[in-house]
Structure formats: structure tokens, C-alpha cells
């Protein structure tokens, strides 16, 4: 079951629906049928977190949730999770949030009203420091996104209570709110291959590189672009044509990387 964005983005309250803390790591389905098999959203990735292979659940259950790498103030490192997911000899220790359960004693309960099936997480797993419980927040989402954007977490996903676990769908009964920050930025090239563009940050009177830009460019906006991509083109190489910064936008984005990148830039609107 997917997430949608919620409308603007914006945290909402409504009686109807909890908030709950959206961790930044790498979505994870635990499987303790006939056997433990821990499966991503592509792959069987059960030989890569050895550490969670003693799972405190009973035979029969299914989890969902999120794997996560916390670091020393207990907040989700990504960058150290996706380094951990991708070679073995990366050590960083994983968490594992569940914040479903799929089947319980065997018995497939995704038909099941969400507040039911967080009673019976409750009842099926026993945390330790490898397996965690994802619980609702009382009181208002507002607020509680607040308190998540003071902190600098990721952000919350506002779930229906009464919603069923509806299997590969993107579902407007979950809907998440992304603590994004915002940057103007230089637009200093394009990629050849890919419908991206190169940025670059204004640091102590240089344009730094931070990476490219994919998501929320729309037609017009590429359009707007291609004459100024011909009028100032400075360079280019095997894969990018790069302009001198004459081009600068607003983005949203997750946060920064500690190769100095920015992390899922999404375009917000030229600045003139």
C-alpha cells in the first residue's frame, strides 16, 4: 500500500484520521510464514540484514514497515541506510519500524479497519533493538507536524483509522506530509540523456555543484529554458551541456547529502 501527498502539502486534522511518524529509511515487508523473507519493493532482501533474521513475531505474521539507520541523536540517517543497502561492507546497524501487519496467527487481516490491525501489531510483536513499533500520535496532526519540522525529521503520514490495507495502490486513505526545505538555486547545464538539469549553489561568491534536478519541471518551464541553454552554453561533455548561471529557481528538497548534493530537488518556480 503506497502513500499520496497530501493536498499542498499541507498537515490537516481530521477525527477521522491519526498521524504518525514517517521515518526516513527504506520500505520493508517481513514475511514469517513458512519461513523469514524480508522483501524491499524490488528484490528478496533477506541476506542483507542478517541482524533481522530472529524476528520477535510468531510464525504466520506479516509485517509491514520501514528499515531505518539512526544515528547518534536517534534521528534516521537515509544516506547511511541506502549506503547499508547497497554493500555488504557497509556496517551501519539497521531498525526495523513496523507500522502494519498483514497477517496475524497465519490469518490474512488486510481487510481489517487500520485502528484493529495496530491492536493486533501490538499483540504480535515483542520490540527489542531490532524491532520497533510505529504508534499513532494523540492530539492534533498540525501540530504534531510542527513539532516533527522543529526537529528536522522527515515528516508524517495522516492515515485513515477505518482504511483497509489496500495492496499495490496508492491510496488517498494515507497520505504524507514531507518536511521539505527550500534553496535558490542556479540552473548551470542539462543532461544529454535524461530530462534533468545541473545545479549549482551560490557558496562564498562561487557556484558550488549540488547535483540535478528531475522532478516537477513542467513543459512550459522546459521551454522557457531551451533558449537560454543556446544563448549561454559554456561547455559540455559526454553526458552534459553546461551554461554559464544566468538562470536562478526555487526548489524544494529533503536535505543535503555529505558529498555536498542536494537530496530529491523538486522545482518550485523561476526567480526573476
Given amino acids: ?39 524491499t519493493k524490488n528484490i528478496n532482501a533477506t541476506s542483507k540484514y542478517p541482524e533481522l533474521h530472529n524476528p520477535p513475531i510468531q ?41 502494519d501487519i498483514l497477517y496475524h496467527r497465519g490469518v490474512d487481516v488486510t481487510g481489517l479497519p487500520l485502528e484493529v490491525r495496530k491492536g493486533l501489531l501490538e499483540e504480535a510483536v515483542q520490540e527489542n533493538e531490532y524491532y520497533r513499533i510505529v504508534r499513532p ?47 535558490e538555486v542556479y540552473i548551470t547545464g542539462y543532461s544529454k540523456k535524461e530530462h534533468s538539469w545541473l545545479l549549482g549553489y551560490s557558496d562564498d561568491g562561487r557556484i558550488r555543484p549540488i547535483g540535478a534536478l528531475e522532478l516537477g519541471i513542467t513543459q512550459s518551464a522546459r521551454q522557457s529554458m531551451c533558449p537560454v541553454f543556446q544563448a549561454y552554453k559554456s561547455g559540455e561533455s559526454k553526458d552534459h551541456v553546461y551554461v554559464q548561471p544566468v538562470v536562478r529557481c526555487m526548489v524544494k528538497y529533503r536535505d543535503w547529502y555529505k558529498s555536498g548534493a542536494m537530496r530529491l530537488p523538486v522545482f518550485e518556480e523561476f526567480i526573476v
Fill in 59 to 99: 510464525k504466520g505474521t506479516i509485517l509491514d514497515g520501514e528499515i531505518v539507520v539512526l544515528d547518534e541523536q536517534g534521528k534516521a540517517d537515509f544516506e547511511a541506510c541506502n549506503a547499508r543497502f547497497k554493500s555488504s561492507k557497509v556496517k551501519h546497524k539497521v531498525v526495523y519500524f513496523a507500522f
Fill in 137 to 183: 500520535i494523540n492530539g492534533s496532526s498540525t501540530d504534531f507536524f510542527n513539532i516533527v519540522c522543529e526537529h528536522g525529521l522527515e515528516g508524517v503520514v495522516i492515515k485513515k483509522k477505518n482504511s483497509k490495507y489496500e495492496k499495490d495502490t496508492r491510496s488517498w486513505a494515507w497520505q504524507k506530509v514531507i518536511n521539505y526545505q527550500k534553496a
Fill in 1 to 39: 500500500m503506497l502513500l499520496q501527498y497530501a493536498k499542498n502539502n499541507k498537515a490537516f486534522d481530521d477525527p477521522s484520521t491519526f498521524a504518525e511518524l514517517k521515518w526516513d529509511g527504506i520500505r520493508l515487508i517481513v514475511s514469517n510464514l513458512d519461513e523469514l523473507n524480508l522483501y
